[in-house]
């Protein structure tokens, strides 16, 4: 290696016959790492803006915190729904372990606004538009029972200071909780936190309520027989495809009526299952995420983005394990039938290993206990699933991340189910709101006011009888009742609707052209007469009952046929605008999304000479076949990237990488399909779906918990560590995944996460020994060396290694810290010119800043000025550091770093000094595995090589076959000639002498060229 390399580890080579490169912080470091941390952290202050706070009934749960706080906001700004409160500058000062408010212009801390305990503190709410607000939300006191919860509200100046804050706050918590004697209400925790789990769901079974300990090794092999007769049967009618990811249904008992079977809760052992052919019930096998809340278990489908199955705890008879087939489990719950009596069905599900079913059965336990604790007397906070402000939990979790028209519909929706007299006071005290969003803060607060009142004089199930109301008797006719009982009784009972939601916006049309002066006569013509429920119905909705019959006026059966006639063709239309109406919202909500996902600032904006020049080459026929020059798409992106075709540019990129630089075969990713992955289970679920919260908390895109975008991020990453067992999944993954996601969709998504893994080789840095980061770090280290002096030197003497700051910049490409805008801009050349980007863009930031962090004179002070101030770059600092980036070269530094890096690591094992035999043998072996990887890229890099050999070889035979093609032709070309002079000679001797002298004078006078000369006089 070069000469500069020897100065710069002589000077180090103690350190580095100690450990190799780079240094590793171990537990004494870290302890005293955080020993500082936590004397900077205390006595510290915020100077921020006080916006209110709330106080709120104890069973406010995390999806109504948003509105709440929308709710303190809009009081300080326009005073509606409330006394106004001036928002007034305060100082939050953490002085472990309180938490005190003290006015800004106050310099005694004992003068305060407020205070309390920091452990009190239960939840952070960050995820609003405006990034700038932030507010916690403030149990009541442990040995208060009757102490009101509280919520309050702070704006800072600067939103990249918020996380900040709020990280300081936790950590003040987190200590004041390890001081703390008292042990933490697990209760409180419960009832906030649901526990995710990935299942398979197998198939369901309607069985007793009481079922043997066999019962899901049963289901099971019921399942595998009746998955064998569907392939025979599917062999047999000659059909493609395969029955393996289909579920099953079937019927526990005997040959009798299933339903008389399926409720009789004899003791007896149930007969071996029987096999029906059904079509109830999810006909098709998923993978699912089976959340477990405070009441219900729900089974969310991350492909649909939907809830498929929600149960409630009280339905809930029985849990189970298999015996045998220990990776299944199941539950026994009551299932409603809308015809007949209801009966019981057991489900059953798969997981990926014995332990996760472990856990799985543990957490319901624990759920079912910490439910029947809340619904019991002695618990503080009192529920059950009747309460109105579980309604309303039920209400804002539906509309969680839902945007505003949409969001609208479903509050509309819940406000049609309440009383006139309900309806009537919130509609009253509605204010005129300016947009959808202000119309739903409005609707929430007065529903959330409604629901506190209400609670107060709710009686919870099995303490008194609950009396039905109206509306829930018209919502068990059937669906057929149900349409005609809007039809004709639409005027008494929806017209109030119709004028205030959107909920019905075709009923009131379909009575434009209807007589409806006399509904009794309208009602026999339902397809069900007898029930018992229309005759209710003829009594309320008829005020001409009691008159004599004389009186109606008299219909013949065309007029009843015309009318049925005019039903029917009014259903039709209103299916159709129906369908419609569907088709239109699935558009707006396709462009909203698109909205949501690109709500960042471009850095570099794209020039209409650069759009059109993408244009033309996203939309040229042959784009992923026929490769292009490289040098001009590098100067397209040069130019800029538009925003709304990032997506479909990097797709072309990634083509265009393939087309040119192709892998060998072992190097390739495995080629499955991403919906075959979705289908299988992962053991990496655990860690994926702890940090899909972590994955841009404040986007909203990903803030909504298990919403679309969190679910779409969950499909990705369980696919990806599916497909590449040997990296599984690794944190920074998640990050990277999030921006693909945000430009492209799903499958997209994971053939250009696939691409930059396999093709441009990041994998190799999320890899379990991490060998690949550690040469990085020690790469990154180089250039400071070599390019900046002043700066490495002071990282060295406070002992700053590159790992401390740089390693999440290339474990997450710099997304989990910078602007989104910025972070797509270095995508950008990321898929032109791979992992060498990442240098280049660290080295400029390092070297833009280089003043500020020589200033900061402490270990912690350059730290924090790293991870905070650092990402917190304006736009003219991203646009310069991007032109930086564009006119940098590294490549061939980078590579003699690398050389460098295994030479020295070579030399340091063979001078350092005799060890101990177990640390050497240690030593030798990780060394072995070291050079068996070399090895195997060497092998690779030889293949490669060899194949291109192979290639050239081929060439020179296809060259050599053509010469000698060439030189055959030339060979008969001299024989056809050679044959035509002979012919010529022949035909001259034929000729007399008199024609054989005029043929002479002829070529004399045209000359070879065919003109004429002057002939020679004869002498």
């Known amino acids: 290696f070069h000469l500069s390399a020897a100065g710069f580890w002589r000077r180090r080579s103690s350190a580095l016959s100690a450990a190799p490169p780079p240094r590793r912080f171990g537990r004494k470091d870290l302890n005293n790492m955080e020993s500082r941390d936590e004397r900077e952290r205390s006595d510290r202050r915020f100077v921020l803006t006080y916006i209110g706070w709330s106080s709120l009934d104890r069973r406010t749960t995390l999806p109504m915190l948003p509105w709440l706080v929308a709710e303190i906001r809009r009081r300080s700004e326009r005073g509606d729904g409330g006394p106004v409160m001036q928002p007034r500058e305060v100082q939050l000062l953490l002085h472990p372990p309180f938490v005190r408010c003290v006015p800004s212009n106050s310099s005694n801390s004992s003068v305060f606004i407020f205070e309390h305990k920091a452990q009190l503190i239960s939840r952070f709410i960050h995820n609003s538009n405006d990034l700038s607000y932030f507010a916690y939300l403030l149990r009541g006191q442990p040995d208060n029972p009757e102490s009101e919860m509280s919520c309050h509200v702070f704006k800072a100046c600067n939103p990249n200071k918020v996380p900040e804050v709020i990280s300081s706050i936790r950590h003040v918590s987190k200590s004041a909780l390890k001081d703390d004697a008292k042990p ?143 990776d299944h489990f199941g539950f026994i719950c009551r299932d409603q039938s809308e015809t007949g009596p209801s009966h019981y069905v057991c489900y059953v599900f798969q997981c990926a290993s014995e332990s996760l079913v472990d856990e799985v059965m543990l957490t319901l336990k624990q759920a079912f206990s910490t439910a029947a604790a809340l619904q019991s007397n002695k618990t503080p906070v009192q529920l059950c699933e009747a309460c109105p402000m579980h309604d309303l939990h039920k209400l804002c979790e539906r509309i969680e991340g839902l945007y505003p028209p949409r969001a609208k519909l479903a509050i509309q929706k819940y406000l049609s189910q309440l009383t006139d007299n309900e309806q009537a006071e919130i509609f009253e005290r509605k204010l005129k709101p300016g947009s959808d969003q202000e119309e739903n803060e409005l609707a929430i607060l007065q529903l959330r006011q409604l629901c506190e009142a209400k609670q107060k004089s709710h009686l919870h199930v099995g303490e008194a009888p609950q009396v039905q ?19 004709y009784a639409g005027v008494s009972v929806y017209f109030r609707f119709t004028q205030n939601t959107l909920s019905f916006p075709f009923i009131h049309l379909i009575f434009l052209n209807s007589d409806h002066s006399d509904t009794t006569e309208l009602l026999p013509l339902s397809p069900h007469p007898s029930e018992p429920g229309l005759d209710h119905l003829r009594r309320l909705l008829s005020p001409m009952h009691d008159q004599p019959s004389d009186k109606r006026p008299n219909r013949t059966a065309a007029d009843y046929r015309a009318l049925w006639k005019t039903a029917i063709h009014q259903q039709i ?69 538009p925003k709304s075709r990032r997506g479909e540019v990097w797709l072309f990129l990634s083509h265009q990488h393939r087309l040119q630089h192709r892998l060998p075969q072992r190097q390739q990713a495995p080629d499955t399909p991403y919906q075959d992955l979705l289908k299988q289970l992962t053991a990496q679920q655990h860690a994926i779906l702890v940090d899909l919260g972590r994955t841009f908390p404040t986007h909203q895109y990903f803030s909504a918990q298990l919403g679309a975008g969190q679910l779409s991020l969950y499909n990705l990453l369980k696919a990806y560590s599916l497909l590449d067992t040997e990296v599984g999944y690794c944190q920074g993954v998640s990050f990277v995944a999030g921006i693909l996601l945000l430009h492209m969709s799903e499958e997209q998504a ?66 989990s810290q910078f602007p989104l805008g910025f972070v797509s801009r270095i995508f950008d050349f990321v898929l032109v010119q791979g992992t060498e980007v990442i240098f280049k863009v660290a080295l400029c930031l390092l070297s833009s800043h280089e003043g500020e962090i020589v200033e900061c004179d402490g270990f912690e002070s350059i730290v924090d000025y790293l991870k905070t101030t650092l990402p917190t770059l304006t736009q003219a600092q991203m646009e310069q550091t991007i032109a930086k980036v564009m006119e940098m070269d590294i490549s061939k530094q980078l590579h003699a770093y690398e050389v460098e890096y295994h030479v020295l690591q070579d030399e340091m094992l063979e001078s350092g000094p005799p060890p101990d035999d177990s640390d050497r043998l240690d030593r030798l072996e990780k060394t072995n595995v070291q050079l068996k990887k070399q090895n195997m890229e060497l092998l690779e890099k030889l293949q490669a090589a060899r194949q291109k050999i192979q290639s050239l070889e081929m060439s020179v035979e296809t060259f050599l076959s053509r010469e000698s093609k060439m030189k055959h032709m030339i060979r008969s070309l001299e024989q056809e000639r050679a044959s035509y002079q002979r012919t010529i000679e022949r035909m001259r001797s034929c000729l007399p002498p008199d024609a054989l002298t005029d043929v002479e004078m002829t070529q004399i006078k045209t000359g070879p060229n065919g003109k004429a000369k002057t002939a020679a006089k004869k002498p």
């Open 184 to 326: 933490r209400q697990e209760t409180d925790e419960a009832f906030y936190n649901s526990q995710k789990f990935e299942v398979l769901y197998c198939g369901k079974a309607v069985g007793h309520k009481k079922a043997s300990s066999t019962l899901i090794d049963d289901c099971v092999d019921k399942f595998r027989e009746h998955e064998t007769e569907r392939k025979r049967l599917r062999l047999l009618n000659g059909q493609r495809g395969s029955a393996e990811n289909t579920s099953v249904e079937f019927l526990m008992g005997g040959e009798g009526d299933p339903l008389s079977s399926a409720v009789n809760e004899d003791t007896e052992e149930p007969e071996p299952p029987e096999v029906e052919n059904t079509n109830k019930g999810v006909s098709d096998l998923m993978v699912c995420v089976s959340q477990v809340g405070r009441f219900e278990v729900n089974l969310i489908s991350p492909d649909s983005k939907t809830v498929v199955l929600e149960k409630n705890f009280k339905d809930i008879s029985s849990c189970c394990q298999g015996t045998r087939q220990t």
């Open 469 to 487: 109301a109206f509306i829930c008797r018209c919502e068990n006719l059937s669906p057929q009742s149900y349409f005609l009982f809007e039809i």
């Open 573 to 641: 239309l209103l299916l159709r605008m129906e369908k419609e109406n569907q088709r239109l919202e699935a558009s707006r909500d396709e462009l909203h999304i698109r909205k949501v996902k690109l709500n960042y600032q471009e850095v570099c904006q794209c020039s209409q000479e650069a759009q059109a020049l993408w244009e033309k080459k996203l939309t040229a026929p042959g784009r992923t076949t026929n490769p292009q020059d490289k040098e001009e798409i590098y100067r397209a992106l040069c130019q800029g990237v």
């Open 750 to 815: 994971f053939d250009t996460l696939k691409f930059l893994m396999y093709d441009l080789g990041i994998r190799r840095q999320y890899r379990p020994d991490m060998v690949s980061l550690q040469i990085q770090m020690y790469q990154l280290s180089r250039l400071l060396h070599d390019y900046h002096r002043d700066l490495y030197t002071h990282f060295e003497e406070h002992e700053i290694c590159p790992s401390l700051y740089a390693a999440p910049w290339f474990l997450t490409l710099f997304a």
